[in-house]
């Protein structure tokens, strides 16, 4: 389980994370919405432990995510993954997952089953410098996962991909539910959250508006109508 208890965070003076609160189940898929700039990247940071938060606590499976036992339970994909542009996406699987020296390396074949699964097997032996930004958020999703981690969190892991890739990538999120791993997203592509998610979080400038099961949430209408009304109603009046 996930534990996200009165966390708050703070650059220059302004709390970007005021106040959060959150527990979310083992095995299931959470989808972490808000506008630009509301704390949801700044959050997804501290929960895997690459920012420590101002006050607060978080807990994975009653845990710190800087306890060093931890680190080979969570995988990341940031907003913005980075590569070393000189070697070749299998080459930089393979060098992802030998970072868990605790893990038994894998045979070739398990990683580019999953260079299939995520759609760039044919790009596999090509450096990472030519491919398209596509292809960039395709690895950077292999990545978070060639570990096998009970974890996963990952930072708008749609944005440029085309329709096909979304796709793809949807059903191996359902895929990896299935197998009883818990899933945190960020994602402003609310369709698909709505498709994928057991239950939602909203932040909107570093607080907290609502979590929980989607449903309840919307209430019959859509997931975007909703969404827009809580923020604006949210949201300073303007002068």
């Not at 959060?20 to 898929?29: E, N, Q, R, W, Y």
């Not at 440029?160 to 895929?175: A, F, H, M, N, V």
């Not at 570093?206 to 009304?229: A, D």
């Amino acid at each position: 389980m996930l534990e996200i208890s009165r966390v708050e965070k703070a650059y220059e003076g302004r709390n970007v994370v005021d106040d959060l609160s959150l527990a979310i189940k083992k095995g299931t898929v959470f989808g972490f919405l808000g506008p630009n700039g509301a704390g949801k990247t700044t959050t997804i940071k501290m929960i895997v432990g690459l920012s420590r938060p101002d006050a607060g606590t978080i807990r994975l499976e009653g845990r710190t995510p800087q306890d060093p036992a931890m680190r080979a339970m969570i995988g990341f994909m940031p907003e913005a993954p980075y590569f070393y542009e000189y070697l070749t996406g299998l080459e930089f699987l393979k060098f992802c997952d030998s970072l868990f020296p605790e893990i038994d390396r894998k045979p070739d074949a398990v990683y580019t089953k999953t260079l299939a699964e995520v759609g760039i097997l044919n790009a596999a032996n090509r450096l990472i410098r030519t491919y398209s930004k596509g292809m960039r958020q395709r690895l950077g999703f292999a990545q978070a996962v060639i570990h096998d981690p009970d974890y996963i969190f990952l930072d708008e892991p749609l944005d440029g991909l085309d329709p096909i890739g979304r796709r793809e990538l949807k059903e191996i999120i359902k895929t990896l539910k299935s197998r009883g791993k818990t899933i945190f997203f960020n994602s402003h592509i609310l369709f698909d959250t709505e498709e994928l998610c057991d239950e939602i979080g909203i932040i909107h400038q570093g607080r907290l508006l609502y979590s929980g099961p989607i449903g309840h949430f919307t209430k019959g209408k859509s997931l975007e109508e909703r969404f827009v009304e809580t923020v604006k109603a949210a949201s300073p009046a303007k002068a």
